[in-house]
């Protein structure tokens, strides 16, 4: 089946909006170095900082990311929706509050180039914002494990895995020493599967 161009931007944009600006999951009682090189040293945040958080450990967001001041971040985001997969190159301009997508896959090479309001007053979906960093204070992400991860801005070899529930969803996150956002995300669902790793910052 193909994904119609209408549909795959509700999915990205529902995905944008939950992953990045809400997830507002409950607390239970009831988840680079400059330039978007990866790097082995520096401060650190969360679990791979102190190391006193242990597997079950719940943080909030400013204690998994790196408190740092950056102008731009780009995502690479591959989805797959009912087999049809599409690849999206997401880049966020903190300074312009403005965002530039690029599309391979599933017919949609015609929309490479889109340009939009990222901020939350111009965002698509009403009262949310692109910007990966901005998270709901109130969200806990559940420490699961120190692993290496590669993606396109390098590879971490000690970054930190958190796990994020909310309505029977589960999205997991990965964090590394250095760098100011989430270096990898990853969200499988009943109807398909959603990877997004960074490709750089600055």
């Given at each position: 089946?193909?994904?119609?161009?209408?549909?795959?931007?509700?999915?990205?944009?529902?995905?944008?909006?939950?992953?990045?600006?809400?997830?507002?999951?409950?607390?239970?009682?009831?988840?680079?170095?400059?330039?978007?090189?990866?790097?082995?040293?520096?401060?650190?945040?969360?679990?791979?900082?102190?190391?006193a958080a242990?597997?079950?450990?719940?943080?909030?967001?400013?204690?998994?990311?790196?408190?740092?001041?950056?102008?731009?971040?780009?995502?690479?985001?591959?989805?797959?929706?009912?087999?049809?997969?599409?690849?999206?190159?997401?880049?966020?301009?903190?300074?312009?509050?403005?965002?530039?997508?690029?599309?391979?896959?599933?017919?949609?090479?015609?929309?490479?180039?889109?340009?939009?309001?990222?901020?939350?007053?111009?965002?698509?979906?009403?009262?949310s914002s692109?910007?990966?960093?901005?998270?709901?204070?109130?969200?806990?992400?559940?420490?699961?494990?120190?692993?290496?991860?590669?993606?396109?801005?390098?590879?971490?070899?000690?970054?930190?895995?958190?796990?994020?529930?909310?309505?029977?969803?589960?999205?997991?996150?990965?964090?590394?020493?250095?760098?100011?956002?989430?270096?990898?995300?990853?969200?499988?669902?009943?109807?398909?599967?959603?990877?997004?790793?960074?490709n750089g910052?600055?």
């Open positions: 089946m193909k994904v119609s161009q209408i549909g795959i931007i509700t999915v990205l944009l529902v995905v944008i909006a939950v992953a990045f600006a809400g997830c507002t999951g409950s607390s239970p009682a009831a988840e680079p170095a400059a330039s978007g090189s990866a790097s082995s040293g520096g401060a650190q945040s969360g679990a791979a900082a102190s190391g242990s597997s079950g450990s719940f943080l909030g967001i400013d204690k998994i990311l790196e408190q740092k001041p950056y102008d731009w971040v780009e995502y690479k985001m591959i989805t797959d929706v009912d087999g049809d997969q599409m690849t999206i190159y997401y880049k966020h301009n903190m300074k312009t509050g403005t965002c530039s997508m690029r599309f391979e896959g599933a017919g949609m090479e015609g929309m490479s180039g889109m340009t939009m309001d990222c901020s939350s007053s111009g965002s698509a979906v009403e009262g692109t910007n990966p960093n901005e998270v709901d204070p109130d969200v806990q992400f559940k420490f699961v494990t120190i692993e290496p991860v590669s993606v396109g801005a390098g590879t971490y070899p000690t970054a930190s895995k958190y796990a994020v529930t909310s309505q029977g969803e589960t999205l997991y996150y990965w964090t590394a020493p250095g760098v100011p956002t989430f270096v990898k995300w990853q969200y499988n669902g009943p109807d398909g599967a959603v990877i997004t790793e960074l910052w600055g």
